[in-house]
């Protein structure tokens, strides 16, 4: 069940897009799991050219990391779309390591640090000369004593597995695994996410269902029985009838003056029944939709003056404003809370 997690947690996050014309770092990433594809793209010749993917740096989450664990790998694209992709590792846990090396060897500039996926702390300064990355083969170093026989294995998924669990120098990405991948070429998964990249890039109104398409178009080309797997939560909608629920009022804190307060301050919520759709596309081309339950609640405020001085009652002792379904059925105003019912 351990691949259906990874697979659930796997998603699209897009941000800004890039504008200069250099070797840069997307904000847009691809999740799986513990692991987060960071996208690298080449310089657009001319600038009003798309930018092409170059490379991803996968970086894991370093909470799940354990003992030994690999923790950042780049893959880099080959010269044309059928082409194997090249697979480079750091014998180093810290994360700003493999950002440095591809910074100095790809001329990455300090603007893009704020999209590399790392928790770990920024250096104060750079190192001199950051580690170079070794090759890296399915899990392993290729120069691990391990890697010729994991090479010359059918299924080598259940064995990576276990030497990450043991804290051993292994990464178990879901990309490299038959559970995951099925019969289709890793070479072919990647390039499929280097098209859902471009997509997403190719303008500025351009999506995430643009880029997911685009990924997708590729991929049945290659793997007819392998879908892109990704995930789309909808907007939150209310839930029929809709009902607004006001709360009672609850004193909230006074406003002193000599002798008392000169006026209360009270609160309450106004919450409604809502839903939202989650929607998972699996490899296999299925689907699974979770409908999402909750409370939406607007706080409000109210202020009543105390001209008499002295202690404010529990209940307001003023005008109380009507509460309910808002006006013209706009949201009352504030920032609603989501809280799961």
Known sequence: MRFLALIVAMSLCVFSRIAAAQMAVSATQIHMGDWVLSPILSAPVPPSVQPRLHSFLALRDKETVTGNNIASIWYIRGQDDDSAW??????SQNQWDAVYRLKLDLGIGDEWDANWPTKDPK???PPSAPLSPVEYFKGVFITDPLAEMIALMEDRDELVESLVNLGYKAADVPLEKALVVGQCEERFVLTSFAKTIEGVEVSATSTVADGVAAGQSFLATKCAAICFPYLTV????ATPPGTWAAAPWVFAF????LGGCSACNYTTEVCRPVT???VFVWPNCSTSTIIDNANECWSQSLLCLNPAGGACPAAPSCTIPPLGAPPLGAPPPGVPTYIDN
């Open 276 to 278: 939202r759709t989650w």
């Open 123 to 125: 250096p104060v300064a």
């Open 234 to 237: 909808g907007a939150w909608v």
């Open 86 to 91: 090249q697979a480079m590792a750091w014998d």
């Open 254 to 257: 006074c406003t002193p003056t």
